[in-house]
């Protein structure tokens, strides 16, 4: 059985760029929900994706979108990157009705300057 | 809102102390409590998970309580070790089992030879 992977690891990025970072959930998980973690912070919840479909969003801009794929591994892409969007990207997967314990990815540092 | 609190922020023990995290919450209408480690830099590792219908979880050191009626949660780690040195961190979860977590701040603990 698989972790939870993360992709890239470190990320440097301009002002007003976009990016892409990938997770790849445990296997047999459907569901995986994305976090924002600023330093000295506890994460902040991103958005959801159970079976390919955003499945709840927390307080977040729509230059945040995401996807899901039919392998359930999903996509974060952050457009318009703004230097407050410099922090730790964390992923987790979990399999709904499951007990819901969620196992995290490593994570991706993002820095925008 | 529904907010996390942790307390103490960070801790300084001896080796060999048994000490206690707390961490509160403003809505008692809880569905799981989840306890995670997080090493600097690094995703979270779940430590433990406690659901609405328990009142406390253990793995090995470790001892987790729920009290939703005062909303809160105490995590009990028994004769620290070195290792241990981490951030904990503990998040509610906001809806009935969507696994969409609210996290608290951190306790930042540091064990001591």
């Known amino acids: 059985e698989t972790g939870v992977t993360q992709s890239p690891t470190h990320l440097i990025k301009t002002r007003g760029q976009q990016v892409t970072l990938r997770c790849s959930s445990q296997?047999?998980?459907?569901?995986v929900s994305w976090y924002q973690q600023a330093l000295g912070q506890g994460p902040q919840f991103i958005f959801q994706?159970?079976?390919?479909?955003?499945?709840g969003r927390g307080n977040f801009p729509p230059r945040f979108s995401g996807l899901q794929f039919p392998n359930y591994s999903s996509e974060l892409n952050v457009n318009a990157l703004e230097l407050d969007d410099s922090a730790l990207y964390l992923c987790?997967?979990?399999?709904?009705?499951?007990?819901?314990?969620?196992?995290f990815g490593p994570g991706t540092r993002l820095t925008v300057l | 809102k529904q907010e996390v609190t942790q307390i103490p922020a960070a801790l300084s023990v001896p080796e060999g102390e048994n000490l206690v995290l707390n961490c509160s919450f403003t809505d008692s209408a809880i569905y799981n409590l989840q306890w995670f480690r997080q090493d600097p830099g690094k995703g979270l590792t779940s430590l433990l998970l406690?659901?609405?219908?328990?009142r406390e979880q253990t793995s090995g050191r470790l001892n987790a309580s729920l009290d939703k009626s005062s909303g809160r949660s105490t995590l009990y780690i028994a004769a620290s070790q070195p290792g241990d040195s981490a951030t904990y961190l503990c998040a509610r979860d906001t809806t009935g089992g969507g696994n969409k977590l609210t996290f608290g701040t951190g306790t930042q603990l540091k064990v001591e030879l």
């Open positions: 994706y159970y079976r390919e479909e955003e499945n």
């Open positions: 406690i659901q609405s219908s328990q």
């Open positions: 987790a997967s979990s399999l709904a009705g499951q007990g819901d314990e969620q196992f």
């Open positions: 296997s047999g998980h459907n569901t």
